[in-house]
């Protein structure tokens, strides 16, 4: 550990338990930290650099933007704003789009479309269906609609209007929810990625968006980990054929510059009226090119296809080396979201994969997640797989704690 290091901690708060490194620099799928050791990068920053470090085109243009205008303010129309919005309006068939600044946010926004939609019908007390090993975010809000108690643990009391239901049960959501003239929404992940790279069946998915017509309530997914190409889609419910109501946004949006942002059909398109929702920094110039250059580089670059492709690649890969391995439970996921399940907590092999050279994270105790660059090659994919192999058989092979 670096003398920075041991020294680098005593004045910000203790919210993170960190590995003892410090990244400097990084470029394409390959990072460095400050003592000049060199990792890849399957991480992305938690599924958040789409395009990878330092990318050749990416930077310049934000370069440029720093030059022109970093913030200007929601007083004014914000150019960048509707050349980003008119994107996504395209790319997900939807039709009006709200620029914040993180994935709570872009949550909390929803929530509070939610809320407003039902206020708007009479209903005073509105209520949000929400699901088993959800993450929304760290807000009060958001934390409310969140599963992990571990996490709401000293800062209770949550907030009330949340009915929760497991994932992939429409029973279990009709018995919840239909007969209670209080729902105005369902809120869900498409792929749940803290939760444990967990997906929403498509025919799941069908079954809800079918109630939430016949029972008028908005259907919203959080595509803040899964969205943005990951899963080699530009949404990963597109797989389904469903469209949401409300689509939350933000981590791989910016490609690394903080953005989020609230995706409205047209059933909650005109909820918000003038005044009802803001943030100072939201839409700002720097970070809705950052949107802008972001798509218009996974298009040229058909990184889509990249991701389904890799992604194939990968659990081909792992399918593989761990066939005859009981200790692996599963390896699910889609395109470059990827969870490969252990029988056990595997906490410490994220600093084992540290280590050896590799950015990875572990979730849900025994879940390893890969959530690499869409940029990634084959044979750095291949690398990633000769590296991360080794590791979990001789994790498996050491007796259970
Ligand atoms: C699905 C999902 N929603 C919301 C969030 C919260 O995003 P942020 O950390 O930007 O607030 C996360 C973060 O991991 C997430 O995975």
Redesign the pocket.
Known sequence: MSAFIEAASPHTMNTYGRLPIALSHGQGCRVWDINGKEYLDALAG?AVNTLGHNHPEFAPALQDQIGKMIHSCNYFHVPNQEILATKLVALSGMTNVFFCN???EA?EAAIKLARKFGHDKGITHPKIVVYEKA????SIATLSATANVKLQQGFGPMLEGFVRVPLNDIEALKNAAANDPDVVAVFF?TIQ??GGINPTRADYLRDVRALCDQQDWLLMI?E??CGIGRTGKWFAHQWSGVQPDVMPL??GLGSGVPIGAVVAGPKAANIFQTGNHGTTFGGNPLAMRAGVETIRIMEEDSLLENAHRLGLYFKAAFEREFKDMAAVKDIRGQGLMIGIELDRPCGPLMGQALEAGLLLSITADSVIRLLPPLTMTETEADEVVVILVPLVKAFLNTPKA
């Open positions: 938690i993180s994935g709570l949550n993450f929304h975010g760290r992940e990625g803290e959080d803040v980990q933000a981590k």
